[in-house]
């Protein structure tokens, strides 16, 4: 008799636009490509600073801390014990980021689709420079005198 995995297997969360993230690698996945951020950080519900900086570097790394500083971001998602993604009334996404009474609020200032576009913009406009590059090299000729081989 064999038994069946499926039906005694547990379906992963599916957050859609809000809810809570505790799962590490998760957390990094959400906030990797954020780029341009305002930030708000609170501490027992007192605002502490606020600002705009670029988030830089999102890791998992117990030896090294979060900083934020000249509008520099470096995250360190286990310096929170969860992430609370979610939406603002004016449908502005948020992500906040929360430990034992600390937040820091992170609300994207860059757009993924906007980025995305102006990436396959540069991409096609690169993909071109190199086929006339490469191109001009097949086209040109050497002449016995001028090749030092």
Not at 9 to 30: E, F, T, Y
Request: aromatic share 8%; charged share 25%.
């Amino acid at each position: 008799m064999s038994s069946n995995n499926f039906d005694q297997r547990v379906s992963a969360p599916c957050i859609i636009d809000s809810g809570i993230v505790v799962n590490k690698r998760d957390m990094q996945r959400l906030l990797i490509d954020l780029g341009r951020v305002r930030y708000i950080h609170t501490q027992d519900g007192q605002i502490q600073s606020r600002g705009e900086g670029y988030i830089l570097e999102v890791f998992a790394d117990c030896q090294r801390s979060t900083l934020v500083a000249n509008h520099s971001i470096y995250l360190n998602v286990l310096s929170f014990d969860y992430l609370e993604l979610g939406q603002s009334l004016q449908k502005e996404t948020y992500f906040d980021l929360i430990t034992e009474g600390r937040q820091l609020r992170l609300i994207p200032l860059s757009n993924p689709l906007k980025e995305e576009a102006h990436k396959n913009i540069n991409a096609a406009a690169f993909d071109a420079v190199m086929d006339q590059v490469l191109s001009s090299n097949w086209d040109m000729q050497f002449d016995d005198d001028d090749c030092p081989f």
